[in-house]
């Protein structure tokens, strides 16, 4: 918005101003800018001719070329030939709004360490090619958009310098349903870089996830997400996770403590965190650990007790229709069993298991489901058979054993020589 | 005049049949059942044993449980029709059942091996130790047909009683299953493999028939009745009392 308002000011004043100088202009810094055998007398090098080297053709096809913009209209420093090496171009003087916005970015700040700023309009939009980001050929356009931010977000040298580590961050993203969703799908609606990372989706907007402001950091991701995912950000929201998040408890999981980052895939993944195998193992990094069970007076061992049972040993064997977690409990909605609306409250278990044991009995509510081993529900019972078969096993044996003792002794002290015994 | 007995050299010619092919076949179902099923309720029993061969294997092994368990209970109607229908039926489990004889039998038993007594005890057609295998297997097919059922059909078990009568079913099933385990291994290894004169195997499961001398020696009951049916035969057929 801001930019077109802009536009449509600037760009007809400028017209108006320029129009008689146009052609002239142009023509009079191509003879240099676009001619082979002029940089190469004027230039000590070929990069430094590239850096310099204006295809006039190129910059006509641009946005601003389209719109008869001239060299001198944002290179002010050059008044007349030959002139001196020219001062960066201040693009803020037309677009206004976002060179504030970058300015006040953590791309557009001066960088604690070097003093150096991370990122400057050229960076992500080009120099003389710059083309409306809805463009498909623009740098900076949704569908290729991930490539101008991996020049310098995957180039771990560059990183380094900013003191940044994780360069693997877009190729994860890459392999993300939201990257196959943009990729292999060809899905506008996918989201982007700028989409996740900009302040209110602003792409000059930026702060790094540590930072409060970011829509990515821990405390407001759930927001963040829940622009696209506005009703499983309800469902969070209704359950003991969100109500404790909502109230500022950072111990309970947002969406990307269980889905990842930018590596998040879709459930049916095998990579993902909330694939049937993996569920128990990420509720459990939470579940078990001992401090937070004591914190918040919760049962232990959830996941021991899940893998030592059907559902658990079934899953573990391959089996991905058996219940996880997340069948019985819920994946974003997750409430207490003492929860009238939870899906394990007791009340409710029939209808809970029911969904893939139809008909079960309400006996199913009359006892705990998890449980490391029976002997936790049914203490002095399971007791009681478990030595009446350790008997009966040990009895067998003895049993055997004695067989065998009777036998050893009447064919060696009864009856040495062995007589009368061939059966036939 | 003396009556009829066979000759002593005959004795191992001559042979009476223990095991009818109705009696074999079962036996065979059961050997079938009984291994697949051990076999593929072992992982439940102890989760992470064996390989995870192929994809779905899980779910085979459900089936194949299930399969073996249903072949498992046809063969206990079949095993139950056949001993209350049939004459041979209920002849063999008539021997079957247990009698005060066994106890005197097995105190028989043990005094001769001590060397107490001459004279072997004089079983019947069954032993008492072939007894209580039969009906270990009796009561343990029971059990586990029972607790199985309760674990294949909780849906409809946990509408008429708590959670704790399936987590029972599933204890006892498990125990069960090594209890039996246990029992046919080391017995049969006894019985049947390693007891003196029977080894390396008794073929009577294969053919049914057991020689007379072995009838005599460790049937003496059993003989005693086929010499009478033998000489009742053989006045019937008017042959000549031996000399």
């Known amino acids: 918005m801001a930019k077109s308002t802009v536009g449509a000011f600037v760009v007809p004043a400028l017209l108006v101003v320029c129009l008689a100088r146009t052609a002239t202009t142009q023509e009079y810094c191509s003879a240099c800018h676009a001619s082979n055998a002029m940089l190469r007398r004027l230039a000590p090098d070929s990069a430094a001719a590239e850096r310099v080297r204006v295809d006039p053709s190129h910059y006509a096809h641009s946005v601003h070329g389209a719109a008869g913009i001239t060299c001198t209209t944002c290179h002010r420093d050059i008044a007349s030939v030959p002139h001196d090496a020219a001062q960066p171009v201040a693009c803020g003087r037309c677009h206004a709004d976002a060179a504030r916005d970058l300015a006040a970015s953590v791309h557009g700040r001066p960088f604690n360490g070097s003093g150096a700023v991370p990122a400057t309009c050229a960076d992500c939009h080009t120099s003389h090619d710059i083309l409306h980001p809805t463009d498909p050929a623009s740098s900076v356009y949704r569908m290729t958009q991930f490539e101008i931010c991996a020049t310098c977000h995957s180039d771990a040298e560059r990183m380094a310098t900013f003191g940044q580590e994780n360069t693997e961050m877009v190729r994860t993203y890459l392999h993300s349903v939201h990257g196959r969703g943009l990729l292999a799908k060809g899905l506008t609606v996918a989201p982007v870089c700028t989409d996740c990372h900009g302040i209110g989706g602003e792409a000059h907007r930026i702060e790094q996830v540590a930072d409060s402001v970011s829509p990515m950091n821990r405390d407001g991701v759930a927001d963040a997400c829940g622009r696209c995912h506005v009703g499983v950000r309800n469902q969070w929201a209704r359950g003991v996770h969100g109500r404790e998040f909502t109230t500022g408890n950072r111990d309970v999981p947002t969406c990307t403590d269980c889905h990842g980052e930018h590596a998040v895939s879709a459930i049916t993944d095998t990579s993902s965190g909330v694939f049937p195998t993996h569920v128990a193992r990420t509720c459990a990094a939470c579940h078990d650990r001992e401090d937070l069970n004591e914190k918040y007076d919760l049962p232990t061992a959830r996941a021991a007790s899940f893998r030592g049972s059907f559902h658990g040993v079934a899953l573990a064997s391959g089996e991905l229709t058996v219940a996880n977690c997340e069948s019985c409990h819920g994946a974003h909605e997750i409430r207490p069993s003492s929860d009238s609306l939870s899906t394990i409250n007791p009340n409710n278990l029939v209808a809970t298991c029911g969904r893939c044991h139809p008909g079960i009995g309400s006996g199913v509510s009359m006892g705990r489901v998890h449980v490391t081993s029976v002997r936790e529900d049914i203490n002095t019972l399971a007791w009681i058979i478990q030595w009446f078969y350790a008997l009966i096993v040990g009895g067998i044996v003895l049993y055997g054993a004695a067989l065998i003792a009777l036998d050893q002794y009447r064919h060696r002290v009864v009856d040495p020589r062995r007589k009368g015994h061939h059966d036939g | ?243």
């Open chain 2, 1 to 243: 005049m003396a009556e009829w007995q066979p000759y002593e050299p005959d004795l191992d010619q001559l042979y009476v049949v223990r095991f009818t092919i109705a009696a074999r076949v079962q036996h065979y179902v059961l050997i079938v059942t009984m291994t697949v099923l051990l076999i593929t309720g072992l992982p439940l029993l102890i989760p992470g044993i064996g390989p995870r061969v192929v994809e779905g294997g899980f779910a085979f092994r459900t089936f194949a449980h299930r399969l073996a368990g249903a072949v498992m209970i046809g063969l206990s109607l079949f095993h139950v029709g056949w001993a209350l229908l049939t004459r041979e039926g209920r002849r063999d489990f008539t021997f079957m059942l247990p009698t005060l004889q066994d106890l005197r039998d097995l105190v028989h038993f043990v005094r001769y091996q001590l060397g107490k007594v001459d004279e072997p005890p004089p079983y019947d057609k069954f032993d008492p130790f072939e007894k209580f295998e039969y009906l270990s297997v009796v009561w343990g097919t029971i059990v586990m047909i029972v607790t199985g059922l309760t674990m294949w059909f909780f849906e409809f078990v946990l509408r008429l009683f708590p959670k704790w009568v399936y987590d029972v079913a599933v204890l006892i099933h498990g125990y069960e299953a090594v209890l039996a385990f246990t029992a046919i291994i080391l017995l049969h290894l006894y019985h049947v493999h390693l007891k003196p004169g029977v080894f390396p195997m008794s073929r009577v499961w294969l053919d049914g028939k057991m020689s007379v001398r072995h009838l005599k020696e460790h049937h003496p009951r059993a003989y005693a009745r086929w010499l009478e049916e033998q000489r009742l035969q053989r006045s019937r057929a008017g042959a000549p009392d031996p000399p």
